[in-house]
């Protein structure tokens, strides 16, 4: 063996959520192996994803809450204001200890981990700047980078992502938002309730990817409320006397910076996947198996945001677990996925949960509703706004899927998950206790309107209680 070569059981390349959940399976089977990373380590959701935003959000819903004090009877909240650079420091901070947390993983690993962009040469063999690596299995897990169109980045610092806008020592007044699918209308509406001028555009005709009309047209109106949104707008950045003229159907708008939240694109450019010998689709990605991860009958695995399966960080540290067994495994080993579960961290939340209404025949479910304008634990804390869908088989009641945006929706859609897991019918949940007065209240009564198409249940059964039919009591 030459200096420059090495032969190993595993080689991870990626050291995000997928590439660390791999390192996590296949250190329990074998010492033989290298991590190999492009910095900066300490994964997309740490560092510029989930928990940077989250304590943005955190700030500007305390912010927020001003709005509302005088509904409460407390005086004064309209003299509060908001310190934009001391929140962003405090992101910042947040943001640092959560990265420290997460080097730690690597920390004892040594010489096994490798700083650099790797690329294959073959099924078995990644070249790292001059070094040559050989392994008995390969896990791809390189992660994914914000989408900027290539004629944007010309206006430098002025055209920020999630990877530098937590970055920024201030914010100014102005500031464009384009994209407005779940990690834009968290960023436009929390830049908004800090107090400067927001406008969100998107080029779809909903926002946070929300697939049920109702909901999506009463989502853009409560946004509206708070910032002006533009949908179905394919936007252009035109320079206007040293800032961004946003242009859109004959309209224009002027900014002092634009966030682009259009997307993040796979970090597969440069990688090498063409050196495998197997098919690779339009965008240069090939055909993964989800419950093996491995790529074809090669000896190679593609985990994480890398596959552009489901960008989430649960489904990440799945496909890492996977890919991690399988690659240790002399045969093959299939897992079953997780119940789809997506949450948007705007108010009031968004979430979906297992199927939606267009992957179904409209004979193929029933579907049950409820609007948190007058539910009762709503009202009392003046989050009293949303909607909740649910969709049941019209068969048995089988819980196939639900769309919400609704207040606390991402504790309602743990709760629905599970049931669609379990397999769980209308009735099976309807027999559950629900407290008074909760939120979840409301999910009740999206049950009984399904529940109202079904056979009755025995007059033994407590699936059948009804409502009272009073505000204060449901």
């Not at 200890?97 to 650099?116: Q, Y």
């Not at 001028?197 to 009309?213: L, R, T």
């Not at 209680?465 to 009591?473: K, N, R, T, W, Y």
């Amino acid at each position: 063996m030459s200096r420059d070569e090495l032969s190993v059981d595993v080689a991870i390349v990626g050291a995000g959520t997928a590439g660390l959940s791999a390192l996590r399976e296949v250190r329990r089977r074998t010492e033989s192996f290298v991590l190999v990373n492009d910095p900066p380590y300490g994964t997309t959701c740490a560092r510029v994803g989930c928990m940077p935003s989250k304590a943005l959000i955190a700030a500007a819903n305390a912010m927020h809450t001003r709005a509302r004090l005088g509904e409460f009877g407390i005086r004064g909240g309209q003299a509060l204001e908001a310190d934009i650079p001391a929140a962003l420091r405090r992101v910042r901070a947040l943001r640092d200890h959560f990265v420290a947390g997460v080097l730690e993983a690597t920390d004892d690993l040594g010489e096994r981990n490798i700083a650099g962009r790797a690329r294959l040469e073959g099924p078995d063999r990644l070249v790292v700047g001059g070094r040559v690596i050989r392994a008995r299995q390969v896990i791809l897990a390189p992660g994914s980078s914000p989408i900027v169109p290539e004629e944007w980045r010309a206006f430098g610092d002025r055209v920020l992502t999630t990877d530098t806008l937590f970055e920024q020592e201030d914010l100014p007044r102005r500031i464009g938002v384009v994209g407005l699918g779940a990690i834009g209308v968290e960023v436009a509406q929390a830049l908004a309730r800090l107090g400067l001028d927001v406008q969100g555009f998107e080029g779809a005709p909903h926002v946070a990817g929300i697939a049920d009309e109702g909901i999506a047209a009463a989502m853009r109106d409560w946004l509206c409320e708070e910032f002006p949104v533009h949908l179905d707008a394919q936007v252009d950045l035109r320079e206007a006397d040293g800032d961004l003229e946003i242009r859109w159907r004959g309209r224009s708008v002027v900014v002092d910076k634009v966030v682009v939240a259009v997307g993040r694109r796979p970090n597969i450019a440069g990688l090498g996947l063409e050196t495998l010998g197997v098919p690779l689709d339009e965008r240069g990605m090939p055909e993964v198996d989800a419950t093996t991860m491995r790529i074809g009958e090669t000896q190679v695995l593609l985990a994480g945001d890398a596959n552009g399966r489901r960008p989430l960080l649960h489904e990440a540290a799945d496909d890492g677990h996977i890919a991690g067994i399988n690659a240790t495994s002399d045969e093959p080993v299939r897992l079953a996925r997780r119940t789809l579960l997506g949450i948007v961290f705007c108010d009031p939340e968004v979430a979906t949960v297992g199927q939606r209404p267009e992957e179904l025949e409209p004979h193929e479910f029933l579907r049950g509703e409820v609007d948190f304008a007058s539910q009762g634990r709503a009202r009392t804390m003046q989050e009293n706004r949303g909607r909740l869908h649910v969709y049941a088989a019209p068969t048995d009641g089988r819980l196939l899927g639900a769309e919400i945006a609704a207040p606390a929706a991402e504790h309602m859609a743990h709760l629905l998950a599970l049931a669609v897991s379990q397999r769980l019918t209308v009735h099976d949940l309807l027999r559950m206790p629900t407290y008074h007065p909760t939120l979840e209240e409301g999910l009740r009564t999206a049950l009984r309107a399904i529940a109202r198409h079904l056979p009755p249940c025995s007059i033994s059964d407590l699936a059948e209680c009804g409502s009272l039919g009073a505000e204060a009591l449901e």
